[in-house]
């Protein structure tokens, strides 16, 4: 199946996923521009009202670009819904984001058909995050275009699978667009991703080492100082398993080797979330390839350059 027109020209095959309380449109329109997808929550816009202010600097920013770079146009940006009871503003952000017409929305905990319908009624494309086979199937029935495989080792709330197993079962039915995420922070594991049939990286924890990420110095700090061994995987703080940095779980006063179980009843994704998310960092385990906080243009022309690269050794080999 041929990828969505507004997926297929990507001048490099990334979607930078979106950060909860750390993604804001500087960071969007910055990664739009160097050639990747650039994405936020609906959420992170607080109050509301602030996500239509949002929407249309991110969309008359673009088109300015757009119109002075008509050989480069930007990337298209997305929009992440969190699609779970607990969010009492689904309703008003799809209507902002219906407003604006926006080109990507990829939707988390839960998969709805009025969703997708209403996405598709404005010309856009849905895409869904997933940790597993069963619930990819689920995604695809009611109507998502594409697929996010949360794989072992992706930042924030993430599955258990093998990217090989994940991106194997799922590409045994399924032929539309499927984006990876998990420990990619190179440009050689963005070319895993495909070598493995994913379309596209998803990436996510080392666009927070950069200076336009809306994160505290000593959150870059502590993904440029570490590596794997300073990730936990744990579902205290949400009601949903995820990877954290250790040094912020230590910070809070809780020992991150022996983090107690969080009944998954309890998911909330309101203001109780916000607090958690702000004191405890969510980050994979790719970031013991993140040496240094730079430009988000930067980090994805690093990206381009490993890329290159990475392809030119395996056709040279």
């Known amino acids: 199946m041929p990828l969505p027109p507004i997926l297929a020209n990507l001048p490099l095959p990334i979607i930078g996923s979106p950060l909860f309380i750390i993604s804001n449109p500087t960071l969007v329109i910055a990664q739009c521009q160097a050639g990747v997808v650039g994405s936020m929550p609906a959420l992170n816009a607080r109050p509301a009202s602030q996500l239509d202010d949002w929407l249309a600097e991110i969309t008359e920013t673009l088109a300015a670009y757009n119109a002075a770079h008509p050989d480069a146009p930007a990337a298209p940006f997305a929009i992440n819904q969190i699609v779970h009871k607990s969010n ?15 080109p990507i929305i990829i939707t988390s905990l839960g998969a709805r058909t ?12 849905v895409l869904h995050d997933i940790i597993n086979n069963f619930f990819a199937r689920k995604a695809i029935e ?24 994940l991106v194997q079962e799922i590409r045994q039915w399924f032929d539309g667009p499927v984006a990876l995420s998990g420990s990619i922070a190179t440009g050689g594991t963005v070319l895993a991703a495909q070598a493995m049939g994913a379309d596209f990286a998803y990436i996510g924890s080392a666009f927070i080492a ?24 744990s579902n205290l703080f949400t009601g949903v398993h995820g990877n954290y940095l250790k040094p912020s779980i230590r910070a809070a006063g809780l020992d991150p080797e022996h983090l107690p179980e969080s009944d998954p009843t309890k998911m909330n994704f309101g203001g109780d979330a916000r607090k958690a998310w702000k004191d405890i960092w969510g980050c994979g385990q790719g970031i013991g390839a993140v040496n240094a906080v730079v430009p988000a243009a930067e980090r994805v022309a690093q990206l381009r350059r490993e890329y290159l690269a990475a392809k030119a050794r395996v056709c040279a080999g």
Not at 91 to 97: E, I, L, N, R, S
Not at 114 to 125: I, Q, T
Not at 142 to 165: T, Y
Request: aromatic share 6%; hydrophobic share 45%; net charge negative.
């Open 88 to 102: 009492d503003r689904l309703d008003h952000d799809m209507a902002v984001c219906a407003k604006y017409k926006v």
């Open 114 to 125: 009025d969703v997708n319908d209403a996405v598709h009624a404005w010309g856009g494309v």
């Open 142 to 165: 009611k109507g998502a275009d594409g697929l996010i495989a949360v794989a072992a080792g992706a930042g924030g709330h993430a599955g258990v699978k093998s990217p090989f197993a």
């Open 210 to 233: 950069t200076e336009e990420a809306r994160a505290s110095d000593a959150y870059k700090q502590a993904i440029v100082d570490g590596n794997s061994d300073d990730i936990v995987y």
